[in-house]
């Protein structure tokens, strides 16, 4: 069945009516109301396979399942060219953390491309962490869902025993926010960034922890932030995206704005009782310290105030795609063989393979951001 205009609405009212998940997404609660104005953009994702005649299938990520007190998803449009005999439909991960635009073309389809349209609301994320809020707890089960280990974020092992290293000076009766901020700061003292690293990433902490090799970009940065907190038992996770717009905080090199396809940021966040999940990013900060004005020193100004800021707020020129992690794509005919640590960029196959979702120059993708409004 072709994917019409009347089908698309009701897939898009579909996905956006979602009913709560109940006690897992109290994450979205915050100690204090956030009160900065909504800033809206349309972001357009074009994918064009050079790929010969036959079926082939894509998948692009979408925003957040669920809106939070900073984002939220006004409207998803997906657009295919109906001569290529293409089927389009929003899917959801079985636990909701991840969706995305999944598109087949058949065996007699001569072209392969597809659009989506999506206009999305931000707002500033800023977290008083000196007005705690007794009320904000997480239930244990969110807890176990929160902590666990993945594939590439294994929570054991090499993981735990530096988390506990990290922690060890602390008070005994330290509490989370003090075990995370002694994280956060262990992630900034000693990892780097490295440029010749391809796209955000790979994310494989414990290849990076036994061959003490932390360099890396936001995707291994923020997975060691994520897995050491989590070894300690305290639920945190990674936040896959992408930036919509140029930083008004000062900082070139943390925006993009227009053309955005090679935009995608992962950040990072954990959940302490009192407070609600917690906005980090420790990778910005080494971001910035490789890259602002052409490098700049630990103690210089600017620094020390990213520093400061990205323990507990967030700019919100960036925009969430999900949380999700080990995620076998739908209908993929690689299996199990073809699943894929998280999901922050196009991907496609075709009959020939699955395509670099690294290379937007041969696996042709254009991401493209405006501000509305």
Not at 20 to 39: D, K, L, P, Y
Not at 97 to 125: C, F, G, P, Y
Request: charged fraction near 25%; aromatic fraction near 8%.
């Amino acid at each position: 069945m072709i994917f019409s205009r009347r089908t698309a609405i009701k897939s898009i009212l579909a996905s956006l009516s979602l009913p709560s998940i109940g006690s897992i997404e109290n994450a979205f609660a915050q100690s204090n109301s956030n009160t900065s104005e909504w800033v809206s953009y349309e972001i357009t994702t074009e994918i064009s396979l050079d790929t010969p005649q036959g079926a082939a299938e894509s998948w692009i990520p979408l925003p957040l399942v669920l809106d939070t007190d900073y984002f939220k998803t006004v409207s998803i449009k997906p657009e295919t060219n109906f001569e290529s005999k293409s089927i389009s439909k929003i899917y959801q991960t079985p636990d909701r953390q991840a969706r995305m635009l999944w598109t087949q073309w058949d065996n007699s389809s001569n072209t392969h491309s597809v659009k989506v349209i999506t206009i999305i609301s931000t707002r500033e994320r800023h977290l008083d962490l000196d007005k705690p809020n007794p009320a904000l707890k997480l239930s244990k089960i969110d807890r176990q869902f929160w902590t666990k280990g993945t594939a590439l974020l294994p929570t054991n092992g090499i993981v735990l025993a530096k988390a506990l290293e990290i922690i060890n000076p602390l008070p005994k009766n330290a509490n989370e926010l003090q075990k995370a901020k002694a994280v956060y700061d262990w992630v900034v003292d000693n990892t780097h960034r490295d440029p010749k690293t391809r796209g955000c990433g790979v994310g494989d902490v414990k290849l990076m922890l036994e061959t003490d090799n932390l360099g890396g970009k936001c995707a291994d940065i923020n997975a060691v932030y994520v897995a050491l907190v989590r070894s300690i038992g305290i639920p945190a996770r990674d936040v896959y995206g992408i930036r919509v717009a140029d930083s008004e905080r000062g900082y070139k090199s943390l925006g993009r704005s227009n053309d955005i396809t090679k935009a995608q940021h992962c950040r990072a966040e954990f959940y302490a009782n009192g407070y609600g999940w917690v906005p980090v990013d420790p990778a910005d900060v080494r971001k910035v310290i490789l890259e602002e004005s052409g490098g700049l020193p630990v103690n210089d100004v600017k620094v020390v105030a990213i520093r400061e800021y990205l323990w507990g707020n967030w700019e919100m020129n960036w925009m969430p795609y999900n949380y999700d992690h080990d995620i076998m794509l739908p209908g993929s005919k690689l299996g199990k063989s073809g699943v894929i640590g998280f999901l922050m960029y196009p991907q496609a196959e075709a009959q020939e393979g699955r395509f670099d979702s690294l290379d937007p120059e041969n696996f042709k993708y254009k991401i493209t951001s405006r501000k509305i409004g």
